[in-house]
């Protein structure tokens, strides 16, 4: 079935430095990445997203990669600071179509020390 | 971004009680609704997929007279555990969906079954 892979599965940057995050998916037909951040007992929150007709987008000190061909995509956060430290996920929504339906990857728990 | 707003927060109930949980979607209205369980330290996984109207979708492998979905508004979908066993004990996220829009998630429900 589609799957996404997600690495690594836990991440210690000390605060200011750069973290990446990268994740392969499976279904070519997948044109929508999104990617979420999660803190302790609260739900997903949508930090940025990229879909397949560009290789590249920024914001501000996130900026995520894609590379269609190969299938991968990453998440670079710089001078992390300690409220990134959460967990973050990436998503490719299944199939080319509009149904919505994400497959998550498995989760990377960033702890950015002071 | 968008709020959805999910309740309750956190249910602590006894075994063979059924649990109703709330996810509205109050800024913009969904035409799909999912709902999700994650398992601490693990990723979400889809359990339905909740089309305004129509009857919800369920994953393999997810029971559908136990988990019963309702999405009787374009703005408010409810899952039912039924007769909920400690098993059922779980993070239970929805998230709310429009065409060509990004998946917004409520912040969870807890539930604890004694």
């Known amino acids: 079935g589609e799957n996404v892979e997600q690495h690594p599965s836990t991440l210690s940057v000390q605060e200011g430095d750069s973290a990446v995050i990268k994740c392969t998916y499976s279904d070519s037909a997948s044109n929508y990445f999104p990617w979420y951040k999660q803190e302790l007992g609260k739900g997903p929150q949508l930090i940025i997203d990229?879909?397949?007709?560009?290789g590249e987008k920024k914001d501000q000190r996130i900026a995520v990669t894609l590379n269609k061909t190969a299938k991968h995509f990453s998440l670079h956060i710089t001078e992390t600071q300690p409220e990134d430290s959460a967990v973050y996920f990436c998503?490719?929504?299944?199939?080319?179509?509009?149904?919505?339906?994400?497959?998550f990857g498995q989760g990377t728990t960033l702890q950015v020390k002071p | 971004g968008a709020v959805v707003s999910q309740h309750p927060s956190r249910v602590i109930c006894k075994s063979g009680t059924s649990v109703k949980i709330e996810c509205r979607s109050l800024d913009f209205q969904a035409t799909t609704m999912f709902w999700y369980r994650q398992f601490p330290k693990q990723s979400l996984m889809l359990m339905a997929t909740?089309?305004?109207?129509?009857?919800?979708?369920?994953e393999q492998g997810v029971e559908k007279d136990k988990f019963l979905i309702n999405h009787a508004s374009l703005t408010l979908s409810t899952l039912t555990v039924t007769s909920a066993h400690p098993e059922d004990s779980s993070f239970y996220i929805c998230?709310?969906?429009?065409?060509?829009?990004?998946?917004?998630f409520g912040d969870g429900t807890r539930l604890s079954i004694l």
């Open positions: 998503a490719a929504r299944y199939g080319s179509g509009n149904t919505g339906k994400l497959i």
């Open positions: 990229i879909r397949s007709n560009v």
């Open positions: 909740s089309n305004e109207g129509s009857k919800a979708t369920y």
């Open positions: 998230s709310a969906y429009r065409a060509n829009q990004p998946q917004h």
